[in-house]
């Protein structure tokens, strides 16, 4: 999706499935703690339905309605976890498992060069 949007303009737009159904209004939208891009969307599926987490990428905002890349069925049977609070990463890993999207691996810390060696000498 692109970046550049304000998240605050997403709320209250119409969310389609890759099909053109309509699943609903997007309810919320949840920022990743360490960057701050928008990457979940709730989309409030019904009167009495509850909300379904959606990724925002690879989602699209088409003709100021957001399209996302998949079933609505599979959209429904999102994991639930209420809104309103922050997810977790283990909630955010159940909903990438949950799309079949690939989670990014954290990259390998730099290898320590100074292990073994005493501060302030060059000596180990």
């Known amino acids: 999706m692109q970046t ?3 998240p ?3 709320i209250g737009r119409k969310a389609f499935d890759r099909n053109g159904t ?3 209004t997007i309810d919320e939208v949840y920022l990743d703690d360490a960057t701050g891009v928008p ?3 709730a989309i409030r599926t019904g009167l009495f339905s509850r909300d379904a ?3 925002l990428e690879p989602s699209e905002l088409v003709e100021g309605a957001l399209r996302i890349p998949f079933d609505r069925a599979l959209i ?3 994991p639930d976890f209420g809104v309103g609070r922050h997810l977790s990463p283990e909630q955010e ?3 990438y498992h949950h799309y079949g999207l690939d989670v990014a691996a954290p990259s390998p810390p730099p290898p320590d060069r100074d292990f073994g060696k005493v501060a302030g000498s060059d000596e180990p």
């Open 4 to 6: 550049d949007i304000d």
């Open 8 to 10: 605050r303009n997403l």
């Open 22 to 24: 309509k699943i609903g």
């Open 39 to 41: 990457e979940w969307a």
């Open 53 to 55: 987490f959606v990724p």
């Open 76 to 78: 429904k049977d999102a």
């Open 93 to 95: 890993l159940q909903l």
